[in-house]
């Protein structure tokens, strides 16, 4: 499969994260865009077509939770994006509201290794 025509949008505040994200998934051939939080996330996903989000639960601004809300009410310009929620252990109850929301999976950030984040995510894709 031709990684180079798939836009990935990371959402991360974390400025180390981000950038490591963005470097692995680059390396990969994906198109990369990012957004350091979450009133600047919903913009781009209601201005740009993606195939996949990586959604940071705590963000400034906009948290992972109000941008899906937001979503609901003004869907993003590719209807048939992928989001997946970036987040750490103990957060089921959000993850829940999240998938409830149209979320379509998680990853927990502490617990993968680059390889695993590289390999949930061509999952993901392959299930567009």
């Known amino acids: ?74 869907p993003p310009k590719s209807q048939n994006v992928i989001i997946v929620i970036l987040t750490n252990l103990g957060q089921d109850l959000v993850i829940k509201e999240c998938f409830d929301l149209g979320a379509d999976g998680y990853l927990i950030k502490s617990a993968l290794n680059p390889d695993q984040v590289l390999t949930e995510v061509k999952s993901y894709l392959q299930k567009s």
């Open 1 to 74: 499969m031709d990684n180079s025509q798939k836009r990935i949008l990371i959402v991360e505040d974390d400025q180390f994260l981000r950038e490591f994200y963005q470097e692995l998934l680059l390396a990969e051939g994906y198109l990369i865009d990012v957004a350091a939080d979450g009133e600047v996330a919903l913009y781009k996903l209601q201005n740009n077509e993606y195939d996949l989000v990586l959604l940071d639960l705590m963000l400034p601004k906009k948290d992972g939770v109000q941008v899906l809300r937001d979503l609901k009410l003004s």
